[in-house]
């Protein structure tokens, strides 16, 4: 094979890249392929892992069996003036028992009691779990009074014969069954007769101690006669 030398410049000028391109470069003694790339490879000695803090992580927090579960919202359906359980399902999230839509007439309200407090007869119901916009409340079959959704109770006035008490609740679709009971009145002259016998047994009791009282007297007048009479009589 000829010499580069013997050879026209521009030919010579190519051969000498050749010769220098097959020729490896030269490297560091010890050192790495990897080095060569200019990738730098790092073993951690025992005081790199000294060194070494790992991250800390968060305790893990158990979970309550009930925690997240919805509750039940607190709403005493027979108690007037409260807020209505519709609205504090959105405010708290808790569940109300089953309410019927506004398109369906609702259930029939639980009447408590019909009873004679102070100066009139009051009536007690319970709301029913629907949708609910008033209450009509019925004597003996005639007379009603309708009342507001929030209402719980009304005074009926005197009623002084026996009389069926109802109530209904009702919404736009219609009116729900009656819920019923019997009133039986007071009887207004247990008063009056208390009044006379309690009259009658202080009659007796005062004439009974004016009776004690004259015989007492009498009882005494005749002893104070005798010793007199046994006195004079001494005398003589």
């Not at 305790?59 to 509750?71: A, S, V």
């Not at 709301?127 to 009342?147: C, D, L, M, N, R």
């Not at 009056?192 to 005062?206: D, P």
């Amino acid at each position: 094979m000829a010499s580069c030398g013997d050879l026209p410049p521009s030919v010579m000028i190519v051969c000498l890249l050749l010769v220098r391109g097959s020729s490896p470069l030269p490297t560091t003694p010890g050192a790495s392929p990897m080095s060569t790339r200019g990738v730098l490879s790092k073993t951690l000695s025992p005081k790199d892992y000294e060194d070494y803090d790992p991250p800390t992580m968060a305790p893990i927090k158990p979970i309550h069996p009930d925690e997240g579960k919805p509750q039940r919202c607190d709403y005493d359906p027979c108690l007037e003036s409260q807020i209505p359980c519709a609205n504090l399902s959105i405010t708290t999230g808790c569940l109300c028992r089953g309410v019927t839509l506004h398109n369906v007439a609702p259930e029939a309200p639980d009447l408590k009691s019909v009873s004679w407090e102070g100066s009139e007869v009051v009536v007690r119901w319970c709301a029913p779990y629907s949708y609910v916009t008033a209450y009509i409340v019925t004597v003996g079959g005639e007379q009603s009074k309708k009342f507001g959704k929030g209402e719980r109770s009304s005074g009926l006035g005197d009623v002084e014969n026996v009389a069926e008490v109802c109530v209904s609740a009702v919404n736009d679709a219609g009116s729900s069954e009656e819920s019923c009971t019997m009133y039986q009145p007071r009887d207004s002259s247990l008063p009056l007769k208390a009044g006379l016998i309690g009259g009658a047994l202080g009659f007796l009791l005062l004439l009974l101690l004016a009776v004690l009282l004259w015989r007492h007297r009498r009882q005494r007048n005749q002893e104070a006669s005798i010793s007199m009479h046994n006195t004079a009589a001494m005398t003589q």
